[in-house]
C-alpha cells in the first residue's frame, strides 16, 4: 500500500490527520468522547517514506480498532492495545495472501520484504511475529 492510499485510507474512515508539530513523539492519534478519531502527523521528523508509512498504519490501526489508552493506563492494558494496533497496521499495510506470494521468490530476506512492502525493517519482523503467531493459533485450533 502506497502512502498516499494510507491517506485515503483515513479519510474514507473519516480519521482527520493534520500535519502538526509534535514536541514528544512523531505521530499521536486519539479519539473524541463523540467517536472521531484523529491523528497528528509530523512529517518533518521521518527520515524516510517507509518510517511515516509505519507510523501512519500504527495511528489508524488505533482509530479502526479503538484500541486507545492515557498515560495512566496499566502497562499491560497499553501494550495490549499497542499489539491490536500493530496487528491492524500489519494487516493493511502486508497483506496476507500478497506475503505469501513474495515468500515464493528466492529473494525473501527481511530486508527484501521490507523493502517489497514499502516499510522498515523493524515492523517487517513485527508483522511476520504477528502472523507467524496467528497461523500458529489457526493450526492448533484446526
Keep these: 500500500m502506497e502512502l498516499e492510499t494510507l491517506y485515503q485510507l483515513a479519510d474514507e474512515n473519516s480519521i482527520s490527520v493534520h500535519e502538526k508539530r509534535l514536541k514528544y513523539s512523531r505521530s499521536h492519534s486519539m479519539m473524541d468522547g463523540s467517536g472521531e478519531c484523529y491523528i497528528a502527523i509530523d512529517p518533518i521528523c521521518f527520515e524516510t517514506t517507509a518510517e511515516e508509512k509505519v507510523a501512519l498504519g500504527h495511528d489508524i490501526g488505533h482509530c479502526l480498532t479503538g484500541c486507545f489508552y492515557s498515560r495512566h493506563s496499566p502497562f499491560d492494558e497499553r501494550r495490549k492495545h499497542e499489539h491490536k494496533a500493530n496487528k491492524k497496521a500489519a494487516y493493511t499495510l502486508i497483506p496476507l495472501l500478497e506475503l505469501i506470494d ?18 522498515t525493517e523493524q515492523f517487517m519482523r513485527k508483522a511476520l511475529s504477528i502472523y507467524e503467531y496467528e497461523l500458529q493459533c489457526a493450526a492448533v485450533s484446526y
Excluded at 102 to 119: A, C, I, K, M, Q
Design 102 to 119: 513474495v515468500l515464493d521468490s528466492p529473494w525473501n530476506t527481511v530486508y527484501d520484504l521490507s523493502e517489497h512492502f514499502g516499510v
